[in-house]
């Protein structure tokens, strides 16, 4: 008889989740997945795809404007919010069930329950009020992240939505107030904003999108202004409550401001409560996340942890690399380390942001001696239409290797650019040779191998 139930438990069936048990239980291992949810995760149930589609909705009218534009004799007619949310929550629900039935067919055991510790080896399962044991060679946390709200703001907890309940909205409000300066809040208002609805951003730092360039921050900003998304910086609600449909905030300068519906996107926490890790060897950091080494393998030799609950870099894509790597390592006895540098990532921000490798206050807090080369213009199609809308793309390159070693890009599509000046950049190829790529043209990624002059 074997010594376990199963060779791997995992708890947590989202990206990261997923990817390790299909791959697990394809090598021929007893896989058992616990997913107190539907399966899918964040990314799938109340994250990107979601997320995408209410963003690709919002864009509607700007491209009925730019149809105007190119002669086209359109009216933009009204938005049914009821029919975009079921028919969203309708594609979020066909792709869970891919989720699920992509496990089915690797032959991992999806248990629909919570996942706690009671030992290294042992799990309790709870599904309703019945609970049962279960024991594992192998234990993989996967149990992401969830929206945090701040305590101390009293009212909050109670008339605060987070980006979870942005897809469920009963009614689209008239006015809204968004707080927070995190990707997840500026993509929000941009959609709201395209949406119809009238949108406040307000943060307390000084700028939004803390972490990302500075000058991509500027420009995006001066964008979303451009779009009616009013920007309040320096602003922190401390009280919030309702009168009627209204929710009145007031703020940290002692004034109060009246909207229809606050949502909060003030940050996201690792999900742990009730894994019960006290029970084990693992204490959380500050941050409430596991920590593990470069493997993904926590303070417990066989307990590992990967995707948002190590809070490393929270993206769909690093959690399944972070899988990957994990099956190599714990599975097939060959270590891999995910390596998370110059990870590409976009923000889908409307205009959208594309951004890979170090921002100019990166490279200086390195001590790297850098050139930068950067351009702002109105796109072709842009310009045709009369709009002031600007493309700004900015190349980072250390001075001494030639090495671009930043790409920060801002305007349409710039995520489906930077999927692919992320590959340059991963490879380290130099400003040269960039620059010796042939250009694509039209486009306005041409522009990426064109830049000649360095910024003085
Ligand atoms: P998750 O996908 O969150 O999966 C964890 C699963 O574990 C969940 O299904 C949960 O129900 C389950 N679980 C938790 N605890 C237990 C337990 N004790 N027992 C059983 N089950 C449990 N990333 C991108 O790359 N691009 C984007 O555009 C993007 N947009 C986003 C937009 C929003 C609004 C949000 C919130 C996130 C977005 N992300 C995006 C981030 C991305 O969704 C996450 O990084 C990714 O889902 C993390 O995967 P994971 O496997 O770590 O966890």
Redesign the pocket.
């Known amino acids: 008889m074997a010594e376990y139930d199963y060779d791997l438990f995992v ?7 997923v990817r390790a048990a299909r791959l697990a239980a394809n090598m021929g291992l007893k896989v058992g997945v ?4 539907r399966p899918g ?3 799938v149930l ?3 795809v979601p ?1 995408k589609f209410m963003v690709y909705a919002s864009e509607v009218p700007s491209n009925i404007d730019y149809a105007r534009g190119f002669g086209w004799d359109v009216q933009l007619g009204d938005f049914n919010w009821h029919q975009f949310k079921t028919h969203n929550q309708a594609e979020v629900t066909r792709l869970s069930g891919i989720y699920g039935s992509n496990l089915a067919r690797a032959g991992a055991e999806l248990i629909p ?4 510790f009671k030992d290294e080896h042992t799990l309790i399962l709870t599904q309703g009020g019945a609970t049962r044991e279960v024991t594992a060679k192998t234990i993989l946390i ?4 969830w929206p945090f709200l701040p305590q101390h703001c009293p009212g909050v907890l109670e008339h605060a939505l987070t ?1 979870n309940d942005m897809f469920e909205l009963p009614e689209l409000p008239k006015k809204m107030v968004i707080v927070g300066g995190g990707y ?1 809040a500026v993509e929000f208002a941009g959609i709201m904003n395209g949406l119809g609805v009238e949108v406040t951003l307000m943060y307390r730092g000084e700028k939004i999108l803390r972490g990302f360039d500075s000058d991509v921050r500027d420009h995006l900003t001066a964008e979303m202004k451009l779009r009616g998304i009013t920007i309040l910086t320096g602003v922190d609600p401390i009280k919030l409550h309702t009168e009627g449909d209204d929710t009145i905030l007031h703020l940290n300068n002692g004034e109060t401001f009246t909207t229809g519906k606050v949502m909060y996107a003030s940050g ?1 926490k690792p ?1 742990t409560e ?2 019960n890790l006290d029970v084990l060897d693992i204490k959380v950091d500050v941050h409430g996340a596991i920590p593990v080494d470069a493997f993904s393998r926590t303070a417990v030799p066989h307990i590992f942890a ?4 190590t809070n490393r870099v ?4 690093v ?1 399944i690399r972070e899988a990957v790597a994990f099956v190599e390592t714990a599975l097939k006895d060959n270590p891999v380390a995910y390596d998370h540098g110059n990870i590409p990532t976009a923000v ?1 921000s409307q205009p959208e942001i594309g951004t890979v490798g170090l921002s100019e206050d990166d490279a200086k807090a390195k001590g790297i001696v850098y050139d930068v080369y950067q351009t702002r213009f109105r796109p072709m199609k842009t310009a045709f239409v009369g709009g002031e809308s600007r493309t700004f793309m900015k190349l980072i390159v250390e001075a001494e290797s030639d090495i671009v070693i930043g790409c920060h890009i801002v305007g349409n599509d710039s995520g489906e650019m930077i999927q692919l000046a992320g590959i340059a950049v991963k490879a380290r190829l130099t400003k040269a040779q960039w620059d010796a790529t042939c250009a694509v043209h039209p486009t306005a990624a041409e522009e990426l191998v064109t830049i000649k002059d360095k910024r003085l």
């Open positions: 708890i947590g069936a989202g990206s990261g989740g616990a997913e107190e949810d995760g964040t990314c109340r994250g990107c997320k329950c919570h996942a706690g996967a149990t992401g992240g980006s997840i996201r999900k009730g894994l990967i995707g948002d609950v929270n993206l769909t894509p959690a889908f």
